[in-house]
């Protein structure tokens, strides 16, 4: 899974979106929404993913760092 996030304004608002995808089907297996970004952002958006796919075996998680 590959896990990026992305900031934006809407009605003067910060909206945050945390994603996950499969790497191979680049199909968005989780995410959640916030007004702030912050570790719990991420890890609900995880936890979604993970419920979605329900992995067997061993999984690879990519992250970008916020770079």
Given at each position: ?67
């Amino acid at each position: 899974m590959d896990g990026r996030y992305y900031v934006h304004s809407y009605r003067r608002r910060l909206v945050v979106f945390s994603e996950y995808h499969g790497l191979y089907t680049r199909k968005i297996v989780g995410w959640y929404i916030d007004t702030r970004m912050t570790k719990e952002l991420v890890i609900k958006a995880l936890q979604r993913a993970l419920n979605s796919e329900k992995p067997t075996g061993r999984m690879i998680h990519h992250s970008d760092r916020g770079s």
